[in-house]
């Protein structure tokens, strides 16, 4: 009778070691999902920073293009003026 009483005994400590291991394997699975939440949220406003970021170089891109063109005009107008300058004070 001592014998089965000790088996039961060891039953109910592994019954209970068992479910203190869920408990901990859930709470060790919602802390994973929590971090996965984290991660995800980081990497999707990284996304959006990256497509902004993006956005602006292309915009810039076309501001420098413009700044050239407008350059190949301005260039030469100054030059002229300047030469009509000289030529108005040396003549």
């Keep these: 009778m001592d014998t089965e009483s ?13 479910r203190l291991q869920l408990e ?9 999902r929590e971090h996965y939440e984290i991660a995800k949220r980081q990497f999707e406003r990284a996304e959006r920073l990256q497509e ?6 292309l915009r810039s891109a076309g501001v420098v293009a413009f700044a050239r ?7 030469p107008l100054i030059l002229f003026l300047v ?9």
Excluded at 24 to 32: D, F, G, N, Y
Excluded at 69 to 75: C, H, S
Excluded at 83 to 91: E, P
Aim: charged letters at 25%.
């Design 52 to 57: 902004r970021a993006e956005q602006l170089q």
């Design 69 to 75: 063109k407008l350059l190949w005009v301005i260039l």
């Design 6 to 18: 000790e088996t039961v005994s060891l039953l109910r400590d592994i019954r209970d070691q068992q």
């Design 24 to 32: 901990r394997q859930s709470e060790a699975l919602a802390m994973q």
């Design 83 to 91: 030469g009509i300058l000289f030529w108005m004070l040396f003549r």
